[in-house]
C-alpha cells in the first residue's frame, strides 16, 4: 500500500531555531513529491521536488529530494513566529496525480 | 480573483440532513479534486475529476456523490449526513505534474 510519513508529528522550537521536517514514502511509480504550509485555512504550495540532489529554495526555506533514501527533507532556518504552522507533504505514487499526503509535523515557534 | 473557491466555507446541519458543496477553479487545470480532513489534519483523497471524467474514487460512502459539469466546476453532494462526516472538505485543481492548488476549505459540522 501507497504510503506518506512524516517526522517527527510535532516539534516545538524557539525563534532563531533551525528545524528540519522530514518525509518518507513507500510508493508504486514515484512521479513528484510536495511540499505544503498549513496555517488556518487551505494548505499553501510551498515545493515540488520531481529530481534527486537538487534544492529548492525560498528565503528562509530549502527542500531536497533523496529518491536513494525514498525521502526528503524541508529546511527552516532563522525561524520566526510566523513560521508556525502545519507542514504536509504529499507525494504522487503513480503518475495518476493521486497525491498522497502524510500525517503532517505541526511546527510551534515561540518568541 | 480567488483561484480555486467554494460554497459554502461553513456549514452547521443535523444528521440526516442532505448538503451540498460547491466547487469553481479560474486556472484552467483539467484535474480537479476532493479531499476531507479530519480533526486530526490527516488529508485524505475522496474523488478526482479530469475534464469532466471521474478518474480517481477512493473508498468513501456511496452517500457521497460528485459531480462534475464542466471542467471548471466539481460539486460534492452528501446524503443522510451522520456525525463522522463532520471535517474540512477541501477541493483542489491540478495541471497534472505542477502540483494541487486548494480552495480555502468548507467546514463541515454535522449535529
Known amino acids: 500500500e501507497d504510503k506518506v510519513v512524516q517526522s517527527p508529528l510535532s516539534l516545538v522550537v524557539h525563534e532563531g531555531d533551525t528545524v528540519t521536517l522530514n518525509c518518507s514514502y513507500e510508493?508504486?511509480?514515484?512521479?513528484?513529491l510536495l511540499w505544503y504550509k498549513q496555517e488556518k485555512k487551505a494548505p499553501t504550495f510551498l515545493f515540488m521536488l520531481t529530481s534527486s540532489g537538487i534544492e529548492k529554495k525560498s528565503g528562509r526555506l530549502s527542500s531536497i529530494l533523496d529518491k536513494k533514501e525514498l525521502s526528503s527533507i524541508l529546511n527552516i532556518t532563522a525561524t520566526q513566529t510566523g513560521d508556525s504552522a502545519i507542514y504536509l507533504c504529499a507525494v504522487d505514487p503513480s503518475g495518476t496525480y493521486k497525491y498522497i499526503f502524510g500525517t503532517g509535523t505541526r511546527l510551534k515557534v515561540l518568541a | 480573483d480567488t483561484a480555486v473557491s467554494q460554497t459554502p466555507k461553513y456549514l452547521v446541519t443535523q444528521m440526516g440532513n442532505d448538503k451540498s458543496i460547491k466547487c469553481e477553479q479560474n486556472?484552467?487545470?483539467?484535474?480537479m479534486y476532493w479531499y476531507k480532513q479530519d480533526s486530526k489534519k490527516f488529508l485524505k483523497i475522496m474523488f478526482s475529476y479530469n475534464n469532466k471524467e471521474l478518474i480517481i474514487n477512493e473508498t468513501v460512502p456511496n452517500r457521497f456523490s460528485p459531480k462534475s459539469p464542466d471542467k471548471a466546476h466539481l460539486n460534492l453532494h452528501i446524503n443522510s449526513l451522520e456525525l463522522g462526516d463532520s471535517a474540512v472538505y477541501f477541493c483542489a485543481s491540478s495541471p497534472g505534474a505542477g502540483g494541487i492548488y486548494f480552495g480555502e476549505g468548507s467546514w463541515l459540522t454535522v449535529v
Open positions: 486556472l484552467g487545470h483539467d484535474t
Open positions: 510508493v508504486t511509480n514515484f512521479r513528484s
